[in-house]
């Protein structure tokens, strides 16, 4: 691996508001257990509950659309809300890490990572970090995989999909600082096996001020987000494109070059059958300064690009920009166990959406769309019904029933029922979405 040492200004980044709009309540269906004779088993899984608006609309997704139909009791769950982190001075998040790396089928609901204004309003007893960093090491992460999603009936930004893989190791992700003032700046490596030192860096400072950041990339991995991103590429029919800045950040290129090497052994001569190959037969490159205004002029969608950590979290926010927003686009962190097994975790691309919770929480009515957080489960439940059945297809009844569910809500977002981000005016509350949805689930399973 190399360490990097950077110089940085400190920036900060705004969210967005969410919309509220005026009600419209159709009847609710209203099921119970008892109305369902028997129930379709769930393979084990584990559930991660988060708090705020995600939550929220989760408790009323899994009691109209999941509990009345799948039991649910092998499924293992944990609260990751900042009062469950703090409530056990953070061992849920080891217990959490632990359960995943033994089940390998993970859903996560949105979390808030507290600051320390938060930790005051909150009660903790202290600002806990992000879970994410803990989770990609306790499940040998490779790459965290984000699409868009697509409805028929509805054009949302690309007319065909856009696949998307980001490093889930390495970068400034992992960095450490410090601020410091005027000296003198040595960065060494020392060998595992005792060898001699090396002198990454050595520098002197002369500012008053000065962020020092150290931050290592690992390689071992690369090749496996290799293969993940050129067999989802091909299996989807897109063409794809490895994005770094190696022009600038020489230490990208060993990056490249990895990929490079999976794509020329293993996958080249079926994508050139194929014919999805942009320029002639040789895998493209993009610097990442092109790949930001590709993404914004590829519109047609069919593409798929991998980066590095901080890139690919960057270049993936643009791409639920043109795709409508992060409610659109899937995140799925793929890791593996020591045999080989697939660790799949999945959420949805976007945060608590704290500004309608407030809204909730104040009496106001709310348009919450859950897709992202529903088309997770879904990939959540799929994934453990192929890892208890390494056989199972279609008609597996996990996989036929989540298929149903996502139709059930892609059908009524196209027909006009789905919540205002979609409809306007006339679209759903929060509530009579679920409840519209739950309605036609329980026209066929009851």
Known sequence: FFVVIMLSRVSSLGRMGSRVARTFTPAAASLSTSAVSQKMVAPPMVYISG?????YCM???REQWVNPYVDTSKWEYFDLSCHGRDATDDKVLSDAVAAG????????????????????????????????????????????????????????GYKRPVLF?????????CAKFAMVGPGKVTSEFRPADGGAPVTIDERT???????????????DNVSDLGHHFFKRCLEAEVTPYVVTKKTVFKWQEDFWLIMLDVFNTHYKEAYVKAGLMSQGEELQHLISDAATMQIIRWTDGGFGMAAHNYDGDMLTDEVSQVHRSPGFITSNLIGKTADGTKIMEFEASHGTVADMWHDHLNGKETSFNPLGMVEALIGAMQHSARLANPGAGEDDEIIEFTNTMRKEIHTAMAKGKGTRDLCGPVGLTTEAFVAYVGSKLAAKYA
């Not at 009660?123 to 992460?141: D, E, H, I, T």
């Not at 893989?165 to 992700?173: D, F, K, P, S």
């Not at 500012?207 to 690992?218: I, Q």
Request: aromatic share 6%.
């Open 205 to 219: 400072l002369v500012d008053n001020k000065n962020a020092v950041v150290v931050y290592h990339n690992p390689l």
């Open 165 to 173: 893989e980001r490093h889930a190791v390495g970068g400034e992700y």
């Open 59 to 61: 408790d009323l997704i």
């Open 101 to 156: 790396a033994r089940i390998c089928a993970i859903f996560k609901e949105p979390t808030i990572t507290p600051t320390e204004i938060q930790m005051k309003e909150l009660g903790l007893k202290r600002p806990y970090g992000s879970p994410n960093g803990a989770m990609r090491q306790g499940w040998n992460g490779i790459t965290i995989s984000r699409d868009t999603i697509h409805i028929e009936g509805l054009e949302l």
């Open 51 to 55: 708090e705020e608006m995600t939550k």
